[in-house]
């Protein structure tokens, strides 16, 4: 049998109630930033029995207000007189748990003044631009005492939780290589967060993290990595592909892409047979699984809301039973991804903003975007 290297959540076990029911006490999120992610998270938090929707800060006062009008938020902030929105709702003593959807090169700064603040924190992946940047956040939200996730959905999903039940079952036999890419194309545009240096732009921070999940889940985390990929003019990763190897023998090859659609699934292999994702890989409903010389079969799942409900049922269950992290998605694993995304940044010579700036000492965010 294969180990299961990514444990399965409680709100998706067999017999485990819907994850909007209640589990505890009720929680108030705030929300930084009010982008599309935003509002698709947002309208799941909605959907908990145990969820208020406490705050929402944006850059401008239009955004907040106009957020704060559409969801349902009791407080909205921004910046003024009083403020930068995201500080003024760090200091509402209203607000238990933050969820902060900003682009990935205000993720270090925003998530750790939110955990100096006494608040729970959800951060977008990727969590931070780098390692240290991760680090540094395991040490503050140790010392506060407080819980904190990188919010990687796909691992809290009922279908990819299934593929690694069928995976540790044995069916497939000894797992030797995985498979998975994630791409399209994303029209150039040098202010926008995905082409942006400054903002983390590129296809590694981006869409890496889905196709690697994949591999973890069914291998763990590498022992060797080679990379390669195409950086435009801007030094940002437009696509790439990436090789891990394994002790056992066992191999994964990953690709993302901003230049290309691709079918967006990722495949197993065994000695006995292949499982196959539905697309796309990071929110599929469908598994393909064919035994070797034997009969396949297809096994569909529902899910509820948008999706988010699992990965946010298990951040209020967390909290309200006093869990500084998440078992399925514990600290450890956002540091290893961070590494092994600086090792490929290092293959592919990308490098950003962030990198040269010294931790825990950042200077003030100009503004915070809503590009997300």
């Known amino acids: 049998m294969n180990a299961t290297h990514i444990p399965t959540p409680p709100c998706v076990l067999p017999g485990a109630p819907s994850p ?13 930033a009010t982008g599309n992610i935003a509002a698709k998270v947002t309208e799941d938090i909605a959907r908990l029995d145990d969820a208020v929707l406490q705050a929402v800060s944006s850059r401008t006062e239009s955004s907040a207000a106009e957020f704060a009008e559409r969801f349902g938020f009791a407080s909205s902030y921004f910046d003024g007189e009083a403020g930068k929105g995201y500080q003024q709702l760090f200091d509402d003593q209203e607000v238990d748990v933050v969820y902060v959807a900003a682009p990935h090169a205000q993720h270090y700064e925003l998530t750790r003044e939110a955990l100096e603040a006494g608040k729970h924190v959800l951060c977008e992946k990727s969590i931070t631009i780098n390692a240290a940047e991760m680090a540094d956040l395991m040490e503050v939200a140790s010392r506060r005492g407080v819980f904190l996730m990188e919010a990687v959905w796909s691992r809290f999903l009922p ?18 290589w995985v498979q998975a890419d994630l791409g399209f194309p994303a029209p150039y545009d040098p202010a926008s967060r995905l082409w942006d240096p400054a903002a983390g732009g590129g296809a590694l921070l981006d869409l890496t993290i889905y196709p690697l ?29 990436i090789t891990l190897g394994y002790d056992s023998g066992a191999l994964a090859q990953l690709t993302s892409s901003l ?15 292949w499982i196959r994702t539905g697309a796309p890989l990071h929110n599929p409903v469908e598994l393909h699984i064919q035994q070797h010389m034997g009969p396949s079969r297809v ?10 409900t699992y990965e946010l049922r298990e951040v209020t269950r967390c909290i309200q039973e ?16 961070m590494q092994l995304f600086d090792e490929v940044r290092a ?16 200077e ?5 975007s809503d590009s997300v």
């Not at 006093?322 to 991804?337: A, C, K, N, R, V």
């Open 20 to 32: 909007v029911q209640k589990t505890g006490r009720t929680l108030r999120w705030g929300v930084v």
């Open 159 to 176: 279908c990819i939780n299934r593929l690694w039940e069928i995976l540790s079952s044995g069916e497939l036999g000894q797992i030797h």
């Open 213 to 241: 999940t994949m591999a973890v889940g069914a291998l763990g985390f590498p022992q060797r990595i080679q990379a390669t990929g195409s950086l435009n003019g801007d030094g940002v990763d437009t696509q790439n592909a």
């Open 259 to 273: 230049l290309s659609s691709g079918p967006r699934t990722a495949t197993i292999s065994g000695s006995e047979g």
């Open 299 to 308: 096994e569909r799942f529902q899910q509820v809301g948008n999706g988010y």
């Open 322 to 337: 006093g869990l500084t992290e998440s078992p399925t998605m514990p600290w450890d694993d956002s540091l290893q991804t």
């Open 347 to 362: 293959q592919l010579g990308v490098r950003y903003p962030n990198d040269d700036r010294r931790l825990a000492s950042l």
């Open 364 to 368: 003030p965010l100009s503004k915070l």
